[in-house]
């Protein structure tokens, strides 16, 4: 046995940029309003599985760190969010309702493809009733905004706390 202590270093937080929320207070809690209209009425783990998935795209550290805990925090099991980067591959962990919306959350994040195609709509339409078909759209176009602020404002990951923004 050897007596030397090995310990893990990890690299410096990067610092965030600027502190959005507390110098556009009202566009903040406009978002904090937009983002609990558009869950009304949507299954939370499926909601929180959106939001992982459109942050993985978009790169967004802190959603991704605050939607997994949350997540795992309603029930989400471990398996099903680590296979969500590989969810065509890993179909099988989901139903057909959430293999739509994932579908669709990839067309809507991922405009610089083209529009959303019509056969993605299609598939979540036979899903989803039109009401929240509707709220799934908003919750998707939500959390793309708030990504934006995350990445632009290089919001600092690894602090947040299940139900902390509740």
């Not at 009304?40 to 942050?55: C, F, M, N, Q, T």
């Not at 989803?128 to 799934?136: D, H, I, K, N, Y």
Request: charged share 25%; net charge negative.
């Amino acid at each position: 046995m050897s007596d030397i202590e090995t310990t893990t270093t990890y690299a410096a937080e990067l610092p965030a940029r600027l502190d959005w929320a507390r110098h556009a207070p009202e566009v903040y809690k406009a978002m904090v309003r937009l983002d609990s209209a558009a869950r009304k009425g949507l299954d939370p783990k499926l909601y929180e599985l959106v939001k992982i998935r459109a942050s993985q795209i978009n790169h967004c550290a802190f959603c991704l760190d605050m939607h997994t805990k949350d997540a795992l925090a309603a029930g989400e099991s471990v398996e099903r969010v680590v296979q969500l980067s590989a969810w065509e591959e890993s179909r099988h962990f989901y139903t057909e309702q959430e293999l739509a919306a994932l579908e669709l959350t990839e067309a809507v994040t991922v405009l610089t493809d083209g529009f959303v195609p019509d056969e993605v709509y299609e598939r979540a339409a036979k899903r989803f009733e039109e009401a929240e078909l509707s709220q799934l759209i908003a919750a998707i176009t939500v959390i793309n905004a708030w990504n934006r602020f995350g990445v632009t404002c290089r919001v600092t990951p690894g602090h947040y706390q299940p139900g902390q923004y509740s």
